[in-house]
T-cell receptor, first 113, second 114 residues
Framework: AQSVTQPDIHITVSEGASLELRCNYSYGATPYLFWYVQSPGQGLQLLLKYFSGDTLVQGIKGFEAEFKRSQSSFNLRKPSVHWSDAAEYFC???????????FGKGTLLTVNP | DSGVTQTPKHLITATGQRVTLRCSPRSGDLSVYWYQQSLDQGLQFLIQYYNGEERAKGNILERFSAQQFPDLHSELNLSSLELGDSALYFC?????????????FGDGTRLSIL
């Protein structure tokens, strides 16, 4: 069975600081990996995805993520956080014949001015 | 704007009642997925349809059912509602079947059971 662990429930950073959100997955084959962001009262917006190829993927809003197969990780990074980045971030894994996504519990990001 | 439309945005009802949530996928998307987001369970996959046919089932209760119509919109029916069914229900859509394409989510329907 596929699963996703986001070890950090809540992270607080200062505006302008760098950010790394952790994600570990469990999947028996080559995974399809995603990061989504959810602002209060909003749906989930796709930030970036990894299907194959280059293990460093670029997304929207200046985010990037690195796939490390040996560590079963897909951590999300941003070099300089903006106040508008405050939201909840979800890592998800998919694959197989049914294409369903399995989500982590999410990491809530607070940005201090 | 993801292009996925969900109605209504909010729904308040009582235990034992039945409700229908509606989803219109992005133009060109043939697959529709339903997810439930609650504080204790997080985001859970419920069910997937592709071009009118059910393709996958997740943690969907027997009291819940869904269908996808010829115009590709989908409805999620929840019956004999219980307090624990209070949650945010998301619909997502993707292009196809036979390859993994990203899912795009609507803004959700918030269901409150009183």
């Amino acid at each position: 069975a596929q699963s996703v662990t986001q070890p950090d429930i809540h992270i607080t950073v200062s505006e302008g600081a760098s950010l790394e959100l952790r994600c570990n997955y469990s999947y028996g084959a080559t995974p399809y990996l995603f990061w989504y962001v959810q602002s209060p009262g909003q749906g989930l917006q796709l930030l970036l995805k990894y299907f194959s190829g280059d293990t460093l993927v670029q997304g929207i809003k200046g985010f990037e993520a690195e796939f490390k197969r040996s560590q079963s990780s897909f951590n999300l990074r941003k070099p300089s956080v903006h106040w508008s980045d405050a939201a909840e971030y979800f890592c998800a894994v998919g694959g197989g014949s049914n294409y369903k996504l399995t989500f982590g519990k999410g990491t809530l990001l607070t940005v201090n001015p | 704007d993801s292009g996925v439309t969900q109605t209504p945005k909010h729904l308040i009802t009582a235990t034992g009642q039945r409700v229908t949530l509606r989803c219109s996928p992005r133009s060109g998307d043939l697959s529709v997925y339903w997810y439930q987001q609650s504080l204790d369970q997080g985001l859970q996959f419920l069910i997937q349809y592709y071009n009118g046919e059910e393709r996958a089932k997740g943690n969907i209760l027997e009291r819940f059912s869904a269908q996808q119509f010829p115009d590709l919109h989908s409805e999620l029916n929840l019956s004999s509602l219980e307090l624990g069914d209070s949650a945010l229900y998301f619909c997502a859509s993707s292009v196809g079947f036979g390859q993994f394409t990203p899912q795009h989510f609507g803004d959700g329907t918030r269901l409150s059971i009183l």
